[in-house]
Each structure stands twice: as C-alpha cells, then as structure tokens.
C-alpha cells in the first residue's frame, strides 16, 4: 500500500511528461511542485539550473533526458543546448557536472 506518496502538483508535472520516478517520489522534488520553473528557454534556464542542485534523482534525471532527445526545458541540472553537446561527446557543465 503505497498511501505515503506525496502527489502535490503531481497533476501539472504529468501533464507535461515528467516521469514516474518523479511523480512517485515520497521527498519534495522541485520540479513536480513548481514544472512551469524548468520548462524555460535561454537565460532562464541558468535559473532553472540551480533548482536541480541538490536533487537526490539528479544522475538518474540527467540520464533520463540524455536518452531523450525529444525533451526541452531544464532535466537533471542539463539544459537542452548542454544535452545535445553531451551526446556528441562533450563534456558536462551542468549542476551534475562535478558528480560525474
Ligand atoms: S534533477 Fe531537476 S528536473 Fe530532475 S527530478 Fe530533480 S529537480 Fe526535477
């Protein structure tokens, strides 16, 4: 019985494919109580960035989004822009940068 998931503002980060680890998660996570902050483009995402810091799925997000070249918006302290460099073989630059 799962009972204890806390699915506050579960019902927008769905809507906008923010996946089950997320969803599901019984911690606080910044993105699903506030996804409109990570679905930015230019400049706002160094401020989105930042809010990843900290996160306890931050390299199991970053992989999720490196697997998928489909997704804008901020995942796992990666901008788009960084993503596509980290698949061509860059290297990393975002808030995981220094865990990996
Ligand atoms: S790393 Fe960022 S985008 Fe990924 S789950 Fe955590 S807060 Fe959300």
């Not at 400049?43 to 997704?71: I, K, N, T």
């Amino acid at each position: 019985m799962s009972g204890g998931h806390n699915l506050a503002g579960a019902r927008p980060a769905l809507a906008l494919g923010i996946p089950d680890f997320v969803v599901e998660a019984r911690e606080p996570v910044q993105c699903r109580v506030d996804p409109d902050a990570y679905f930015v483009e230019g400049l706002r995402q160094s401020d989105a960035e930042a809010l990843c810091d900290g996160c306890s799925f931050l390299d199991v997000c970053e992989a999720f989004a490196l697997d998928r070249p489909e997704l804008f918006g901020v995942w796992g302290g990666t901008t788009r822009r960084e993503r596509e460099r980290r698949r061509r073989g860059g290297p990393a630059v975002g808030v995981g940068a220094a865990a990996s």
